[in-house]
């Protein structure tokens, strides 16, 4: 080889490393579709920022294009500021079809001043019913925030800024179903909930206040895809089985303690014929 060759070589594979890396980091035009609101979803900054806007008409949202199966899910969110009541911005994971799975982080606006609400929720087989949710130790519409989804074989960790906030186990050894077999896809969504999300419904949206607008950066998946077509990325075999360490799992109990508004391992107004089954006594892992 020449060297000016060389040269041209080693610019190549320069340019190829270039455009994986910012490839892997957040292009959600890459990653996503519109999933509805047409434009109303807008991807700029070259694919780094995501603005999902609802107004009078519609929300708006976007779909991953592949379909996962295990991995971690990272999404920095900036929430609908001001008078937020009655709108709902989600992160989520879901499978398609009857009985399906789903790995939920939905964030329920309010009026100016009072807190939002962060929603967690895990459907297994079709089955729901699993809700924990929080208020935050900060006003998640003045800075972006990281939300992730953890999910493996053995566990499901849902995490704020780094630090674990909720896992639900696998437990079919007590006969609790658990998403390990169909692939999920990633959704970002923004949209009306107001017949239920602000104080139960009793807080309406106030549209004289729209377009109301999240904002999205940074997505990143470490996780392995089954469509378009198998792949891990940055997901080996070992966080496969990984379970949450010790340091933040004392995290994990301090934030709950704290930060916890509704548990439904709790509730036996809403279950009084009994519990779920991995929340009954005997059945239930303390964290
Ligand atoms: C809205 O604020 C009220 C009053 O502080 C609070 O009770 C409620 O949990 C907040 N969130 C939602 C989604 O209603
Ligand atoms: C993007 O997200 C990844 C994974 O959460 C994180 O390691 C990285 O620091 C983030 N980059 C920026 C600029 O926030």
């Known amino acids: 080889m020449s060297c000016r060759s060389i040269l041209v070589f080693v610019c190549v594979l320069f340019l190829a490393y270039l455009g994986t890396s910012i490839a892997v980091d957040g292009d959600f035009g890459e990653y996503f579709d519109i999933l509805f609101g047409d434009n109303r979803a807008r991807i700029e900054e070259g694919g780094k920022s995501l603005f999902l806007t609802l107004d009078q008409y519609s929300g708006s949202g976007i779909v991953s294009k592949s379909e996962y199966l295990f991995g971690r899910f990272d999404m920095q969110i900036k929430l609908v500021p001001g008078n937020s009541a009655g709108t709902v911005t989600a992160f989520y994971l879901s499978s398609e079809g009857p009985h399906h799975d789903e790995i939920d982080i939905e964030f329920l606006g309010n009026l100016s001043g009072d807190p939002y609400l962060m929603s967690t929720n895990i459907f297994a087989y079709g089955e729901g019913g699993r809700e924990m949710q929080f208020y935050l130790w900060y006003d998640p519409t003045e800075d972006f925030h990281t939300y992730s989804i953890d999910w493996n074989s053995q566990r499901i960790i849902i995490l704020v800024d780094n630090t674990p906030i909720r896992v639900m186990r696998n437990r079919h050894e007590i006969g609790v179903h658990f998403p390990t077999r169909q692939p999920m896809r990633v959704y970002t969504t923004l949209w009306n909930g107001d017949s239920w999300a602000t104080r139960w419904g009793q807080v309406k949206i106030d549209l004289s ?45 301090e934030i709950q303690e704290k930060w916890v508004v509704y548990d439904y391992c709790h509730d036996l107004r809403r279950y009084a014929h009994g519990l779920p089954f991995e929340c009954r006594k005997g059945n239930l892992i303390s964290e």
Do not use: H, L
């Not at 109301?212 to 997505?219: D, L």
């Not at 997901?235 to 990984?242: E, G, H, M, N, V």
């Open 209 to 253: 206040n729209a377009p109301f607008i999240a904002s999205f950066r940074n997505f990143t998946a470490r996780a392995c895809t089954v469509s378009p077509e198998p792949s891990c990325r940055g997901f080996s075999a070992a966080k496969k089985t990984k379970d949450i360490d010790p340091e933040s799992k004392i995290k994990m109990q």
